[in-house]
């Protein structure tokens, strides 16, 4: 069976959230075992439950920098996620998702796959592009916009910083 990976902070309410679910039931529908991973996050959230219920795999772990040694297991699983996704994530997970640019700090180096997705998911009213140029360096990566106002947005950030990312837009609302 094929296998995806979608990364989030989160498993609030929100629209990441609600993003992060969409594809997670869309891969399973389609026979793609998706694998939603968290990090540095251990609180139990409103989609953990739904997730459950689906036979859905959330784990939830941090992939740099343990920051106590006050539980074993929580640093035994960071090590062995963060050695499973820089080595052998490419051999295990058909592509990476990660949802939002702004966890891509998260995700960059310490996923290794030749086929990462950024979901791009607010706008510049929600916050100023002010991304290192590092994140948008290789050319592997996609950016995906889902919605055409930032893809406009995002076009005005390039005019500063070279994006080597193939970019793509996918509707996510039908009326747009």
């Given at each position: 069976?094929?296998?995806?990976?979608?990364?989030?902070?989160?498993?609030?309410?929100?629209?990441?959230?609600?993003?992060?679910?969409?594809?997670?039931?869309?891969?399973?529908?389609?026979?793609?075992?998706?694998?939603?991973?968290?990090?540095?996050?251990?609180?139990?959230?409103?989609?953990?439950?739904?997730?459950?219920?689906?036979?859905?795999?959330v784990v939830r772990t941090r992939l740099t920098g343990i920051k106590?040694?006050?539980?074993?297991?929580?640093?035994?699983?960071?090590?062995?996620?963060?050695?499973?996704?820089k080595f052998f994530a490419g051999a295990i997970y058909e592509s990476?998702?990660?949802?939002?640019?702004?966890?891509?700090?998260?995700?960059?180096?310490?996923?290794?796959?030749?086929?990462?997705?950024?979901?791009?998911?607010?706008?510049?009213?929600?916050?100023?592009?002010?991304?290192?140029?590092?994140?948008?360096?290789?050319?592997?990566?996609?950016?995906?916009?889902?919605?055409?106002?930032?893809?406009?947005?995002?076009?005005?950030?390039?005019?500063?910083?070279?994006?080597?990312?193939?970019?793509?837009?996918?509707?996510?609302?039908?009326?747009?």
């Open positions: 069976m094929r296998k995806i990976l979608i990364v989030n902070g989160q498993l609030v309410l929100g629209g990441a959230e609600k993003l992060t679910y969409e594809l997670a039931t869309f891969a399973q529908k389609n026979n793609i075992e998706p694998t939603i991973l968290i990090l540095e996050n251990y609180q139990k959230e409103y989609y953990d439950d739904i997730f459950k219920q689906k036979k859905i795999k106590n040694f006050r539980s074993p297991l929580r640093m035994c699983r960071s090590l062995y996620w963060s050695f499973k996704l990476i998702h990660v949802i939002g640019l702004y966890n891509i700090y998260r995700a960059k180096d310490t996923i290794i796959h030749n086929h990462r997705f950024f979901w791009h998911i607010t706008n510049a009213i929600q916050g100023a592009y002010n991304f290192p140029e590092s994140y948008f360096d290789n050319a592997n990566d996609t950016i995906v916009y889902i919605n055409p106002y930032q893809e406009a947005e995002f076009s005005n950030y390039e005019k500063s910083v070279p994006v080597k990312c193939k970019k793509i837009l996918f509707k996510l609302f039908l009326n747009d």
